[in-house]
């Protein structure tokens, strides 16, 4: 299954960015990340029988073995990407929220996308190595 990032605003060259790629290339799975403008730009195409996540403030606070689980799931029942959608500056509408298959939040907090995409990257890589059995996560 592909994960695809889509995010608004340009992430530059760096620490940031730099942390991104690291979680990135270490995840077995194939990745895209799609940047686009703050505001306007064309969400690419769903790929037939994908998933749409958005990263937002009023999603679901999954833990990380939950959300291997949702991967898990997402993956075996033949999904083949899961979009994970990054907003701006003002997140999404209700509309948005509403053609979503998951709304995923990274706690309360609100974050700004070069975090939030730093630690979605980082979630990615965590739980792509739970399914793996790889001993990068740790419960307890």
Known sequence: MLLH??????IGRGPEAELVDRYLKRIAWPTR???L??????????????VTILLDEKGEPLGSLAFARKLETWR??????ARFLIGGADGFG???????DLLLAFGKATWPHLFA?????????RATSILANHPYHREG
């Open 94 to 100: 209700d509309e948005e929220r509403g053609r979503a």
């Open 33 to 35: 990340v799609t940047e």
């Open 5 to 10: 990032i889509i995010a608004r605003g340009k």
């Open 37 to 50: 403008p703050e505001s306007g730009g064309r969400l690419p195409a769903p790929t037939e029988n994908g």
């Open 76 to 81: 075996d029942g033949g999904r083949r990407e």
């Open 117 to 125: 995409r730093a630690m979605l990257a980082e979630q990615l890589f």
